[in-house]
């Protein structure tokens, strides 16, 4: 399944050149063009989702696997002193590459960004957010 106006499809599949890190035959790992950190890379499957909605669960489970294989690898090599791991789905959610793929973000005490990777906090009441917990257990 490929989606030939994709980047992230030709990247994974190896028609355009990448620093990969990592690959099997489901996935290729590439450190992040324009990287929030030293390290920053990207597990793309090889197949294409646009996003976390039309991932198969099968893979969904795959590539957190691979997401704590990696967090544990890369911060042994890289001796950074915590890790990130973002995966943005939709526009408004920041995504720009309609491919899912997952950052792995390793932080590092001088890296620059802020502690968390960042939103603004509401204030929600005890009723709003009652209200919204009885919605989303139905
Ligand atoms: P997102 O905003 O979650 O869709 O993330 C897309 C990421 O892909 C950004 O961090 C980009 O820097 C990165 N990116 C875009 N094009 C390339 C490329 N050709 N090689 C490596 N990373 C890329
Ligand atoms: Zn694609």
């Known amino acids: 399944m490929k989606d030939t106006n ?13 620093k990969t890190i990592y690959e099997d035959g489901t996935f290729r790992v590439i450190l992040d ?12 499957p090889k197949a294409h989702y646009a996003n976390i909605y039309e991932l198969p669960e099968d893979m969904a489970a795959a590539a957190m ?20 791991i973002i995966q943005n789905n939709g526009e408004t959610a920041g995504q720009t590459v309609f491919h899912f793929h997952m950052h ?29 917990c009885q919605k989303l257990r139905q």
Not at 109 to 126: A, P, R, V, Y
């Open 104 to 132: 792995l973000i390793p932080r590092y005490g001088d890296d620059g960004n802020q502690d968390k990777i960042c939103w603004n906090h509401l204030e929600l009441s005890e009723e709003e957010l009652e209200g919204i």
């Open 33 to 44: 063009i324009s990287p929030a950190t030293r390290g920053h890379a990207l597990i793309i």
């Open 65 to 84: 696997v691979l997401a704590k294989k990696l967090a544990l690898h890369m911060s042994e090599i890289l001796k950074c002193d915590g890790f990130n």
């Open 6 to 18: 994709c980047i992230f499809c030709k990247i994974a599949a190896g028609e355009i050149p990448s």
